[in-house]
């Protein structure tokens, strides 16, 4: 049987697009949540790097503690559609993947500093960048919010330029487009997120019709709507 166990926090995050390829691959996901926002699972003793998310697969002991080994680890070791059926496919998925990687390091994940409010070591110790170090909470937002906009405009021209759609890498659907959609409706429905919807005029892809028409796309995936359900609307961030 195919079964894993997967730490993570009770926001999308980066745990969602994990959740979803299990769906997509049949893989049993016992999901844990990770102190301090859950008492399954202690990330500061138990996992190898004190991060999440963490992962152990049942079938040969194996435990991941980082986001891209757990994503490449689930697609080749149980085939399924998010699978790369080339050499070349693989290498565009990873590099569309790694492009959500970044903006949700360096724009989403900053942002959740503001919106929490926390200050504490353990948010810091997780941050790649210093959100309120210059200039506080309102040049945090408007620095945050160029950097968004600079980066979605970069993907969007490059996306508008080539003709593979509907999905990053063509016709077929990627792990890369999973997490730029969890990343996408993230900014667009979770509750925090709204003080970038404020700060792009309520909109902040209005200018991006070639991501949002991916994003459609994935959005129509049975395991796309029976994993995600209504976190969006729920999770805090």
């Not at 490449?72 to 790369?84: A, I, Q, R």
């Not at 919010?145 to 021209?157: A, D, P, Q, S, V």
Request: aromatic fraction near 10%.
């Amino acid at each position: 049987m195919k079964e894993i166990d997967l730490a993570y926090l009770p926001v999308v995050g980066r745990g969602l697009q994990i959740k979803i390829i299990c769906t997509m691959h049949n893989i049993k996901c016992n999901y844990m949540l990770s102190k301090p926002m859950g008492d399954d699972f202690d990330k500061d003793n138990e996992a190898p790097f004190g991060t999440v998310p963490w992962m152990k697969d049942h079938s040969n002991g194996i435990e991941l503690n980082d986001s891209m080994a757990i994503v490449l680890y689930l697609v080749s070791k149980y085939p399924g559609p998010l699978t790369p059926k080339s050499p070349e496919d693989s290498a565009l998925a990873n590099m569309y993947w790694s492009w959500a990687q970044d903006y949700y390091s360096f724009v989403l994940s900053p942002f959740h500093d503001i919106i929490t409010g926390h200050n504490e070591p353990f948010w810091r110790n997780l941050r790649l960048t210093d959100t309120l170090a210059d200039g506080g909470k309102e040049t945090g937002i408007a620095n945050l919010t160029k950097l968004h906009n600079i980066r979605t405009g970069f993907l969007e021209k490059h996306l508008s330029s080539n003709q593979k759609h509907p999905f990053l890498i063509g016709s077929a659907y990627s792990y890369a487009d999973v997490f730029l959609y969890t990343c996408v409706r993230t900014v667009q429905e979770t509750a925090g997120f709204s003080i970038l919807r404020d700060a792009c005029g309520g909109d902040p892809f209005k200018d991006c019709p070639t991501i949002m028409g991916i994003c459609g796309e994935v959005g129509k995936l049975d395991a796309v709507i029976e994993t995600a359900g209504d976190l969006f609307e729920k999770a805090p961030i």
